[in-house]
């Protein structure tokens, strides 16, 4: 047997066993566990696929932030697991479930294979008008140009994302700092890595940035760098959260949807369409747009990671 056969048939087992494993597992923390893991075999099955950004964003989001989102969560819902667990369901909400999640896996299962062969597919338009955008990563190409609407509703999706979290900022809280005051060894181990990491991090990320115009690499992929070194300089105590009331904090997470927006804007004169860009001045103004929506994303993932906030300003 093809080893690489072997080893893709053994992903797709393992997959299926952690995606099964992690639905029926009773402890909550573990379940959360189970679902980093699970984005990171993703992030696998898709470098296997040969879909480098996705695999690079399954990993930065799947496997890295929603993860941490889900086990924060679970210790802060700690206390009252045990009463969860005694309201269990009966036989009947069970089965009702069963059958709703096997109707929905079947359905995708039928438009999949109902799809002519060949399937539709808008490949060769793409294909043919790519090099106007002057990228070399299609991927880029196709979600700043092609699918912008999409790309810049993900970024408003985000920050609707953060401000339901602040609206569990309780009254007297609200305009304080998010997260709790870390306190930890100057000297130790996590100080250490604190004060090491993040210079070298900052450089991967304006690198990841930068090369994703022609190579895998992104807005993405870059913020989430940059949120997970500025999370650890906060757990290390090295440095606080903002309070979310300081104008300029509110300016940093809106200015990737407002560049988005201006430059969508001005492409109605210019360019004669929302979104459309001058010819010849594509890539400069994509760059502009990944930039600033990378310092937006750092920014917001980091904040949805520590939360409402939880004390007052006290500077």
């Known amino acids: 047997m093809n080893l690489a056969l072997l080893f893709d048939g053994m992903l797709v087992v393992l997959i299926l066993a952690v995606a099964v494993w992690t639905v029926t597992v009773r402890d909550s923390f573990a379940a959360g566990i189970g679902y980093a893991v699970y984005g990171l075999l993703l992030a696998l099955a898709w470098v296997r696929l040969a879909a480098v950004d996705a695999a690079l964003t399954e990993a930065a989001i799947g496997g890295g932030l929603t993860s941490v989102l889900m086990i924060r969560a679970t210790v802060r819902l700690r206390a009252g697991e045990a009463a969860?667990?005694?309201?269990?369901p009966g036989p009947l909400p069970r089965l009702l479930a069963a059958l709703l999640g096997g109707s929905v896996a079947a359905g995708l299962a039928l438009v999949v294979l109902a799809l002519p062969d060949p399937a539709p597919t808008l490949a060769p338009q793409v294909a043919e008008h790519i090099a106007t955008t002057g990228l070399g990563n299609a991927v880029t190409a196709v979600l700043l140009s092609f699918r912008a609407i999409d790309t810049l509703l993900e970024a408003v999706v985000l920050i609707y994302a953060l401000i339901a979290v602040w609206t569990l900022t309780p009254d007297r809280f609200w305009g304080g700092r998010p997260g709790p005051k870390y306190?930890?060894?100057?000297?130790?181990?996590?100080?250490?890595?604190?004060?090491l990491l993040p210079p070298i991090g900052i450089v991967v990320a304006v690198y990841v940035l930068w090369v994703g115009a022609d190579l895998p690499g992104g807005k993405f992929q870059a913020g989430t760098l940059l949120a997970a070194m500025w999370l650890l300089a906060i757990m290390a105590g090295l440095t606080e959260a903002p309070p979310i009331s300081r104008r300029w904090l509110r300016g940093?997470?809106?200015?990737?949807?407002?560049?988005?927006?201006?430059i969508g804007f001005a492409g109605v004169p210019l360019a004669g369409a929302f979104l459309a860009y001058p010819e010849g001045f594509a890539k400069p103004l994509i760059v502009a747009i990944e930039a600033a929506s990378m310092?937006?994303?750092a920014f917001t993932l980091a904040l949805l990671v520590l939360g409402p906030p939880e004390r007052r300003d006290q500077a």
């Open 84 to 88: 969860a667990r005694a309201a269990t």
């Open 295 to 297: 310092l937006s994303i």
């Open 252 to 262: 940093v997470l809106v200015a990737g949807t407002v560049v988005f927006l201006a």
């Open 183 to 195: 306190e930890t060894d100057p000297n130790g181990m996590l100080a250490y890595l604190a004060r």
